[in-house]
């Protein structure tokens, strides 16, 4: 029983870095894709040398992922560790 235990507490660990580990990747990766870089090959699509030739694009993907990313940790993890959620309910 201890091994399976610890073997969930692993799992759910692992899938909680992961997501985290995704969040932070996309959220960075959206910030540098506008980062100019006189050494592109072409201009973006706003006119500059940017280090990514489709930016604007790029970027709205990678932040629509940030934010789908950050939605699935707050639902997933940020909930389940809410006084709400294990049965004790505020009087407001």
Known sequence: MEIKVLID???KIMKFLILLAALI?????AVITVIPDS???KDCMLGYKAHCSFT???T???I???IVFAFLFIKIYWKK???TSQGE???I
């Not at 990747?25 to 990766?29: L, R, Y």
């Open 9 to 11: 507490w692993i799992l």
């Open 25 to 29: 990747a996309s959220a960075v990766a």
């Open 39 to 41: 050494s592109a090959s």
């Open 56 to 58: 604007p694009i790029s």
């Open 60 to 62: 709205i993907i990678l």
């Open 64 to 66: 629509i992922m940030t």
């Open 81 to 83: 560790t809410s006084p």
């Open 89 to 91: 309910h505020q009087n």
